[in-house]
C-alpha cells in the first residue's frame, strides 16, 4: 500500500528532481501546501502573501523507502537550518516542512529530528505540520528538470544537489 508525504525545501524543481531518482518513490508532482487562498498561481504563491509553501506530493512504498531514508534524502537536498530560505529563494513560500499525511508518519518524522538535531551546527527550523490541501502547480513546473536539463537555473542549482545525493545515496539511486 503507497503513502503519501509532502515536503517543503526550497524551490519544487529541485526537491522534485531528487525524488523522481529514488527508489520506492512511485510519484512525485509539484504544489502548494499550507495556504489560505483555494487554488493558487504561482505568481500568487512566489508573492509570498498567500502562506503557501512550494512543496512537492511524494508517493511512495513503505515496504521500500521507510520514512528515516525520505528524511535523510530531505535533509541532505537543502539546508534544514536555514528559515525561509534556501540558496537565492527567499520567503515563507521556500520554507522547509514536511506535511504528513497520518499520525504515525508524523510521529517517525518527529522521531526522525529528535535523533538528528545534533548532527546540525544550527538548530533545525524545518516545521512538521498535518497535511492540508494540495494544489498541483502549474503543467509547465511538472517535471521541470528532467525536461529543461540545459536550462541554467538547473545546471547550477539542481545538478549539485543531484550529484550530492547521489553520492550519498547511490544504493538507492534509480537508474
Not at 18 to 35: A, K, L, N, P
Not at 99 to 119: L, N, W
Not at 142 to 152: A, F, K, V, W
Request: with cysteine; hydrophobic share 35%; net charge negative.
Amino acid at each position: 500500500m503507497e503513502e503519501v508525504i509532502y515536503l517543503g525545501g526550497g524551490c519544487f524543481w529541485c526537491m522534485e528532481a531528487v525524488f523522481q531518482r529514488i527508489e520506492g518513490v512511485t510519484e512525485v508532482s509539484s504544489g502548494y501546501m499550507g495556504g489560505r487562498i483555494k487554488n493558487p498561481t504561482y505568481r500568487e504563491v512566489c508573492s509570498g502573501l498567500t502562506g503557501h509553501v512550494e512543496v512537492i506530493k511524494v508517493v511512495y512504498e513503505p515496504d521500500v523507502l521507510s520514512i528515516d531514508t525520505i528524511m535523510s534524502v530531505f535533509f541532505t537536498s537543502h539546508d534544514p537550518t536555514s528559515l525561509n530560505k534556501q540558496g537565492a529563494d527567499v520567503g515563507t513560500q521556500y520554507k522547509s516542512v514536511v506535511f504528513c499525511t497520518t499520525d504515525a508518519q508524523k510521529v517517525d518524522v518527529e522521531k526522525y529530528f529528535r535523533d538528528h538535531a545534533s548532527d546540525f551546527e544550527s538548530p533545525i527550523v524545518t516545521e512538521i505540520e498535518d497535511a492540508s490541501e494540495f494544489y498541483e502547480a502549474e503543467d509547465f513546473h511538472q517535471n521541470y528538470y528532467n525536461i529543461n536539463p540545459l536550462q541554467s537555473y538547473c545546471s547550477i542549482v539542481i545538478q549539485p544537489k543531484l550529484t550530492k545525493v547521489r553520492s550519498k545515496f547511490s544504493n538507492i539511486m534509480k537508474t
